[in-house]
């Protein structure tokens, strides 16, 4: 079984255009008023590009964002220094943080599906203890689900996005794949780039795993953490089983 970190240094030059036609910026307002909320610093599991740490950076919250890919975090640290914000960003494994006893944050953000690239039981167990071991008592432990995975339907080879990056242009031709017993959804993803005459083609999987929100309360609970709120937008919406996103607020016990 693929684990879900791979294919992310090759998906690293093209994240950020396709986030760009996607999800956009809808998440980052919520992801910033709750982060100015808290009092203490704030660690953002899978930062990749920085494209929430730096906006929350900005908004006034000290933020560490911790990743496991090297590109992904070389494209944070240029967005970051664009920006001039502050923030530390840390090559590292989630589910083995590495962060002394004491350095304790106020809250942990796990945004847009980043705990789903944990492909096994394991790894998930792993990261929810590495995260209650970082967290000061009471602190908050944030998780944006993305829900819709189980409902792609598989498809082989469809053109999902083409458009310009840069000075050249960009298609994005894409297979999905659902393993049904042990709920994972493989996207293959081929990013063709034309430059003049010049051409070429990156090829690689990411692989998501499907968990629902009475799943992964069961976790946190026997993790350490009580649930406070679910949510089903970015506004603070009640949840609903149909909702484009699901939020867990937790808070370590």
């Known amino acids: 079984m693929a684990e879900g970190w791979q294919g992310w240094d090759d998906y690293a030059p093209f994240y950020d255009w396709e986030n760009a036609q996607t999800l956009a910026r809808r998440d980052v307002p919520f992801w ?6 808290q009092e203490g610093r704030v660690l953002e599991l899978g930062c990749g590009t920085g494209r929430l740490t730096v906006p929350v950076a900005r908004a006034g919250t000290q933020v560490v964002g ?9 494209r944070a640290r240029q967005r970051l220094r664009r ?7 840390l090559r590292g494994d989630i589910r083995h943080l590495p962060f002394r006893t004491r350095a304790k944050f106020a809250m942990v953000m796990a945004p847009y599906g980043m705990l789903q690239s944990l492909t096994s039981e394991r ?8 995260v209650h071991g ?3 008592r009471g602190g908050l432990f ?6 819709d995975l ?12 083409s458009g310009r990056r840069g000075r050249g242009h960009v298609r994005l031709t894409e297979s999905v794949r659902q393993d049904r017993k042990k709920g994972l959804t493989i996207f293959d993803q081929e990013y063709e780039e034309r430059r003049g005459r010049v051409r070429a083609v990156k090829r690689f999987s990411l692989t998501f795993r499907t968990i629902s929100v009475p799943q992964m309360r069961r976790r946190l609970e026997l993790a350490g953490f009580r649930i406070d709120a679910v949510l089903g937008d970015y506004d603070g919406g009640p949840f609903d089983a149909r909702a484009d996103v699901w939020i867990i607020l937790a808070r370590k016990r």
Request: charged content about 25%.
């Open 83 to 89: 920006s001039r914000a502050r923030a530390l960003l």
């Open 123 to 130: 790894d998930l167990r792993a990261t929810l203890t590495a």
């Open 32 to 37: 910033q008023r709750l982060a100015a909320a």
């Open 150 to 161: 189980p409902r792609w339907a598989e498809y082989d080879r469809r053109v999902s996005l």
């Open 142 to 147: 944030a998780i944006d689900l993305v829900p």
């Open 66 to 74: 911790i990743d496991r890919s090297a590109p992904m975090l070389a």
């Open 134 to 136: 970082a967290l000061r």
